[in-house]
Every structure is written in structure tokens, then in C-alpha cells.
């Protein structure tokens, strides 16, 4: 991805924090900038068509309040698989080596795998929200 591609697709992941309390907020309409910006910086490769296919910016109920709505970046159409869950979860399993980990990183250490996890787990975390269903409700964030 080049850095244009990728200043274009961290903007929209940025827009966001402008966006999302605005009470016209519509996660379908991110989903499909954010995708498509992803996309478009990814470049068309079968690995870009695979996760615009299959990843989306959703939402669900949140888990923590019934009455409030949790976006992220999710499995599409799947409810609660929030892609930061999933990263959240590999974190302490040991580094693959079934997959090309480490034919990438041969020195890569179980702790440097664990803080790589984090790290990208945390970073998609940022992008998770949770807005009340209706508007006028006090907002909390994830």
C-alpha cells in the first residue's frame, strides 16, 4: 500500500471520531467508505476481495447495555465478532508455526508475539463504540 493509499485509508478510519456522535451517523455508510478505502489502498488482490467480502464495520447490541449499540470491525453479517475480540484472543497462544509467522520472523519470541497481538488488537479496539440506541441516552465508550 502506498503512503497516499494509506494516509487516504487511516483518514477515514480517523473521520470516525468525527462522525459517530453525530446523531445521522449510518454504519453502512462508514462500513462501505472504510471497506472501500481499504480496499482501494490494498490494492485488488484476492487477499483485498476476501476481507471486503468478508469484513464489515457493524454493529450489535452491546453486551454491557441493551439499550446501546457496539460497532467495530466485524466478520459480516456475524453477530459479536468483533475482529479486536478475535486478536484480543490469539495474543497468549503460542507464536504459529503451522503458518508463516515464523518463516517470516524466525526470531520472533512468544513475548514479542504476545505484545504484537496486543498491540494490533488494541489498535482495532480504538475503532470499537458504543452509542445508545436512541439518541438522548448518556453515550459511554468502549
Not at 43 to 53: A, H, K, L, M, W
Amino acid at each position: 500500500m502506498s503512503n497516499t493509499r494509506k494516509e487516504a485509508f487511516v483518514r477515514v478510519l480517523c473521520s470516525l471520531y468525527d462522525q459517530f456522535y453525530d446523531d445521522a451517523f449510518d454504519v453502512e455508510t462508514y462500513s462501505a467508505e472504510v471497506m472501500s478505502a481499504l480496499f482501494e489502498g490494498s490494492g485488488d488482490f484476492p487477499e483485498s476481495r476476501r476481507c471486503f467480502e468478508l469484513i464489515e464495520f457493524g454493529s450489535d447490541t452491546a453486551n454491557i447495555d441493551a439499550d446501546s449499540l457496539q460497532y467495530g470491525f466485524k466478520l459480516k453479517g456475524q453477530p459479536y465478532t468483533y475482529l479486536s475480540t478475535l486478536l484480543s484472543c490469539l495474543e497468549r497462544i503460542p507464536v504459529p508455526e503451522h503458518v508463516s509467522v515464523q518463516d517470516y520472523f524466525p526470531d520472533m519470541t512468544q513475548e514479542e508475539w504476545e505484545a504484537a497481538m496486543f498491540m494490533c488488537s488494541r489498535t482495532l479496539s480504538a475503532f470499537d463504540r458504543i452509542k445508545p440506541k436512541n439518541p438522548g441516552n448518556s453515550i459511554q465508550q468502549s
